[in-house]
């Protein structure tokens, strides 16, 4: 599902975008002398909220003349990417705005437009629809294009002005203050030292001494888990232990043990020994991650030559058996190092499902042999004219190729690394194929493959694999304003690439030897108008009278997949809307579950959550889909941490901070829904009443939870690491631990209690255990370090933190803070501007909280 969904519908009413492009004349020799870079800076910023008492923002673009010669009337274009809505508010102005595909706009000057001398500007006021409450509604990627050569693009200086004033009703310091007032510190000894906190769990206090002459015995069965435990300990001592598979003495010990689950351990620290004790290999494999987090994150910063490890008794095994995080690579590209990176993260907090999100209408992210277009045209983006080389920029991706992460993709070399890696930690990979909808990548990527062929004069081999009915004058716009991203389901040729790519992946799988059993083929998102004047979809429907009307092309397509898959061994996820019919009654469309699939083993990733579907997953579990919990109000990583301009981040589904994917209760979620889409605390669940609750006997149809990091603002490693923590540590809590005993009447004075005893204890654990080991696991983490919370009571000022072990340090001569600044230890009484920052171990520190004292 894309995350862009509910943001762009706000904007539909917004289109009408004036669309007659003025004459063009050659630019001047002055321009012409400009041509080798764009001679023109722009700035953007917010001026008023609720413009005309409507839904709508007013804007300024100005435009600042940075050259040595005037920027010419004519002869020019600027693109960009935002909103299609953003258009000027003057019928009369300068410049005008089109939308050409997707987010993918262009500014040209009108009749209006004079020449603009060398540093004059030109302020014009745009108007667009909802509200900008943060940067990520702000147009980016502006770059110009000359008509005189226009198969090139300049890079546009591009400011943007953060608005001056709170307009929106952002998150203030006192309201985070008042959400971290509960916290108690908890004493770093009193803490839980393992984590996802496990079912059974005694501290003995009798530590272990590890050093670098302690072996790691592992029974046969168990010796890849040995080596990758033995592998992680030479990163603390600097020399890898000896792996063995017998030896008495002072050791580690991996053993089999029968009668336990499939990846339940249990693990015990003694002074002699550290006894990991498993049935299986997966099971033994958490043991080891467990004895990681014993060690301190001390033992990670430099190397040792002695570490104690608490003695503990732990018996454990995780509550669900799909434990995921889904990676997008195909809105913005992530290369191999950091997928790699992030498999290591998932190890260590037990999860063991990556969902890889390997295309969609900005991307095709995967070498599939013999169709060299899909990563050719279809993995890279820049400039183009009429996208036969690659595909348009988005997300501000910018105009030339392969200079952002907008282009990129895995060789199959890269693919079968990752496999192996994830099969080594105990981590299924379940491929994404985004279709019918979302394929625009691939469908640009067959129409270069054809017409490549068609000039070779390979007519049958040119339209083996095309995706689009040539002949279709359908007319349609998806939510994310693509007017060409749906396969047409009436090809042959369509069914020809789905089996084409399957059996490249499984191919890649069996080099692996890694497991596979399900294909997660999307199915979100089709458009209403898809499919309605394709010729080849009139010839379908006269000839197969299961296909009545082009609803039914959607049960017709799915039952041809689930027949492939099934040949092949491979049952099939996807979207809920996979398992999904439509219903029309009075006029009015709504989603049912689709009986005719259930008995097919569909597997569903349900993320809709919201309005008429809040209980949709529970509908479709009740109804005999097995259900992955991937719900947005909780689990999307990519929306924003809290309603703030400086915070990144979309918010079109609300905002998700670590205590959300904490408090979700997976088997009665309507509870933990505390606040609205807008964050502000629910004053009535009157909404709750009539909807569907999940029954008991379908409790075992919830397979899983699931966390979404879809990237189309994530264009770096560092914005993708500060989106994914620490509020993956959430769904990993509750993914692997017991359910906590103030789930089960959470309104309750006792419960509530508890909650916030545990909630104490979690991000205790986070802000002294976790997070300073992520200084340095795996290479380091960027994870999000909180801002602080701040109020003025009584003439002073007060502060807090939600992740306690995190430093406060604060100035009081206006200054931003420093890690030689002094430490908030209490109440500050200085009069003036105080400006607070938080600091991790590290000495990272989080943006300025600034608070006035009068």
Known sequence: MSPMKHLLVAFLSFLSICSTAQTKKEPTKAAAENSADAPVALTWEVVEEKHQGKNQTLSVLTFKNTGKSPLPATGWTIYFHGTPSFKPKDSNAPIQIEPINGDYLKLMPTTGFKELAAGETLRVELVAAGQIVNESRAPRGFYLVWDKDKSKGYTVQNQIIKPSKNMVGWTTPQDIYGRNSGIKDVPANELTKVFPTPAQYKETGQAFALTEAVPVVA???????????????????????????????????????????????????????????????????????????????????????????????????????????????ARNFQKKAQVLKVLDLMALYKLNVLHFHLNDDEGWRIEIPGLPELTQVGGRRGHSEGEKNFLQPSYGSGPEVDKSSGSGFYTKADFVEILKYARDRHIRVIPEVETPGHARAAIKSMDARYERLMKEGKKAEAEQYLLRDLNDQSVYRSVQYFNDNVMNVALPSTYNFLEKVTDELLAMYKEAGAPISTIHFGGDEVPRGVWEKSPVVQQLMAKDSKVKTIDDLWYYFFGKLNDMLKARSLYLSGWEEVGLSKVRTNGKLSYVANPDFVKENFHVDVWNNQGANLDLPYRMANAGYKVVLTNVSHYYLDLAYQKEYDEPGLYWGGYTDVDKGFYFIPFDYMKSIKVNDDNQPLTSTAAFSDKEQLRPEARANIVGLQAPLWSEMVTTPERFEYMLLPKLLGLAERAWSPDPAWASNPESAQSKAAYAQAWSAFVNVLGKRELPRLNYYAGGFNYRIPTAGAVVQNGEVLANVQLPGMTIRYTTNGEVPTAKSKIYTGPIAQKGTIKLAVFDPAGRMSRVTTVENK
């Open 219 to 329: 029974d046969q069965a168990f010796q890849r888990e040995a080596s990758l435990l033995a592998t992680r300990l030479n990163t603390i001592f600097g020399k890898k232990p000896e792996v063995k598979t017998s030896g008495a003495g002072k050791a580690i010990r991996l053993q089999k043990k029968e009668g336990l689950g499939p990846e339940a351990y249990e693990l015990t620290v003694s002074p002699q020994e550290i006894v990991i004790s498993a049935s299986g290999p997966a099971g033994a494999f958490y043991g080891t991650q467990s004895l990681q987090s014993l060690l301190p994150a001390s033992a990670l910063a430099s190397k040792q030559t002695s570490v104690a490890v608490p003695g503990v008794q732990v018996k454990d095994e995780p509550r669900f058996g799909h434990r995921a995080f889904m990676m997008d690579v």
